[in-house]
């Protein structure tokens, strides 16, 4: 069963309306970084792209998406990129890394071109609380202030590409093309709401609620890259763990709510492989209004 106002029962469905980067100290950050030339990264592409080609049919049916697609989930095209034609700054960084962490002051922005991201920030004793998971289009590194650090980091959960833009660059592409500005809105804007979706669920929310409404979210988001393609199932680079960061819950709560979502058919998390098998129920466990959920759903990167 998919999730799409197709599926949605009769009576959900009718209640939807109509510094630049080479100042960086890399071994503060704890960076592992390989700058790609355009030659090298055209040949990746194509290799990449001939084995995905032969191995069409096979993954399909394990990830629910079209060929193409890397680990992370995301579509190796320039549908991410902020800055059209801007290739100089990519970079790729190994899972577990930093793109940057607590109190950053460098004078570039990432913006992810595959891979997923946790941003994160951390209390004194070293608890984590993380406040969002990055996917491909997402801006990140934009500080409060011109000379205040940064007050969050963000941890590669896979293998990511990333441009790095100087914000040098950034400052003159947005003063000759404002549609550049109003992509950096609308991420900011997006940002902001599911920030507050976030704050909402770890105040409000029971613990059931919180994880089926975070895990309903992410797939969403996700299914959002491929309109039109109903997936079913996804590769979800998570541990418990950290969805019990995300959502203010411990390992062991966050393991009984999900072993309880799989014997009620309604969502079956293993090996991080997510699964939606009733998206109604997933909704209504959620407390989530449809029209919200298909909201995140028909979301485009920049729109």
């Known amino acids: 069963m998919s999730l799409d106002r197709a599926s949605l029962t009769e009576k959900t469905a009718r209640s939807l309306r109509r510094d630049d980067w080479g100042t960086v100290e890399r071994e503060r950050n704890g960076l592992v970084l390989r700058e790609l030339s355009l030659a090298d990264a055209s040949r990746r592409s194509c290799a990449r792209g001939d084995e995905l080609i032969r191995r069409r049919g096979r993954q399909e049916a394990q990830d629910g998406a079209p060929a193409g697609t890397s680990a992370g989930g995301a579509l190796p095209t320039e549908q991410h990129r902020l800055l059209p034609g801007y290739h100089t700054g990519d970079r790729k960084i190994e899972a577990g890394r930093d793109l940057f962490s607590l109190g950053w002051t460098g004078k570039s922005v990432f913006n992810l071109l595959d891979g997923w991201v946790a941003v994160y920030t951390l ?37 990511v590409t990333v441009a790095v833009i100087p914000v040098p660059v950034l400052t003159a592409h947005t003063r000759t093309e404002p549609e550049i500005c109003q992509r950096l809105v609308r991420s900011l804007a997006r940002d902001c709401s599911l920030a507050f979706d976030h704050l909402t669920s770890i105040g409000r929310r029971s613990a059931r609620e919180r994880v089926a409404h975070l895990l309903l979210e992410l797939f969403t988001r996700y299914r959002a890259q491929w309109p039109g393609n109903h997936i079913e199932e996804m590769t979800l680079p998570l541990t418990q763990e950290q969805i019990g960061d995300a959502t203010g819950l411990t ?44 909201g995140w759903l028909e979301r485009r990167p920049w729109t």
């Open 123 to 159: 209390l004194e004793d070293g608890r984590r609380q993380i406040v969002q998971f990055a996917l491909p289009g997402a801006i990140l590194g934009i500080l409060p202030s011109r000379r205040g650090p940064a007050t969050i980091g963000a941890q590669a959960l896979t293998e």
């Open 251 to 294: 390992f062991v709560h966050v393991n009984r709510v999900l072993s309880a979502m799989r014997k009620e058919g309604i969502v079956q998390f293993h090996y991080r492989r997510l699964r939606i098998l009733n998206p109604d129920r997933l909704i209504e466990v959620a407390g989530v209004d449809p029209e919200t959920a298909m």
